[in-house]
């Protein structure tokens, strides 16, 4: 539906975000590692000492790899998931994330399923490369989680606009340009689909155990969901 409806059209904003999905399951431990690595020493190094540079960050690593290779690399266990929600209290869950790219006219084209525990920002560059593989859009509308140097590189190597709400991170919050500010509002679209998900299709009640069956159970709404939106557009 989407290659065949949204393909040959270009589309205006690609909104991201990921929703979380609870799950009848127990959280599965994370695995321990093998071998414990070595302490590394705190501090400046002495003149002269060479210390062994530092494992490169998931992150660090997305650009340089195909979809499928990033795609694999994302745990899809059922663990806990911690976010701050929009009145700045902590919440908790058990179960998933629903990472989904939405285009105007509240369409979702693109998706996956990782872990509660995955960060948004480590699914924003494979999604990136699905969506581009299927529409041809002009802006990508991210909120303050995805404000990361290699996310903003990746939107512009795929010759779009990065539109980012910028991350503080402890010092002050430098605000987007007006005309950024106004596209940014476009960014609800993807608000307006994880809410309709969770509360008409299926998305809140999830009754199935495993990361294959939850992404099935979701699907199905998903795809009932795109194509109610596609009739609209077409009405």
């Known amino acids: 539906m989407v290659k065949t409806h949204a393909g040959p059209k270009l589309v205006g904003h690609v909104s ?11 959280p599965v431990a994370k695995p321990t590692p093998t071998a414990p690595a070595a302490p590394r020493k705190r ?9 062994p540079p530092l494992p490169p ?7 340089a790899r195909t979809l499928a290779e990033n795609l694999a690399d994302l745990p899809a266990r059922c663990d806990v ?10 919440e908790s869950w058990i179960g998933y994330k629903l990472p989904l790219d939405t285009i105007d006219g509240d369409f979702p084209v693109s998706t996956g399923l990782t872990s509660a525990s995955v960060h948004d920002s480590q699914v924003a560059i494979p999604l990136a490369q ?15 989680a995805y404000d990361a140097p290699q996310i903003h590189a990746f939107s512009r190597h795929l010759g779009h606009v990065p539109i980012i709400d910028p991350n503080p991170r402890g010092r ?22 994880n809410s309709l998900l969770k509360e008409r299709y299926g998305g809140r009640w999830v009754r199935v155990r495993g990361a ?14 795109t194509a109610t939106a596609l009739f609209a557009r077409l009405g």
Do not use: W
């Not at 007006?178 to 940014?184: K, S």
């Not at 294959?212 to 969901?225: N, R, S, W």
């Open 16 to 26: 991201r975000d990921a929703t979380a999905i609870e799950a009848p399951e127990r």
């Open 43 to 51: 501090g400046r190094p002495k003149q002269g000492e060479v210390r």
């Open 57 to 63: 960050k998931r992150l660090e690593l997305l650009p």
């Open 81 to 90: 998931g911690c976010k701050r929600n929009s009145k700045g209290h902590q």
């Open 130 to 144: 699905l969506t581009a593989q299927r529409v041809t859009s002009l802006y990508d509308l991210m909120d303050s």
């Open 172 to 193: 002050e919050k430098v605000p987007l340009a007006p005309a950024e500010e106004q596209r940014f509002k476009e960014r609800t679209a993807s608000e307006r689909v």
């Open 212 to 225: 294959a069956k939850v992404m099935c159970h979701l699907m199905f709404g998903l795809v009932e969901l």
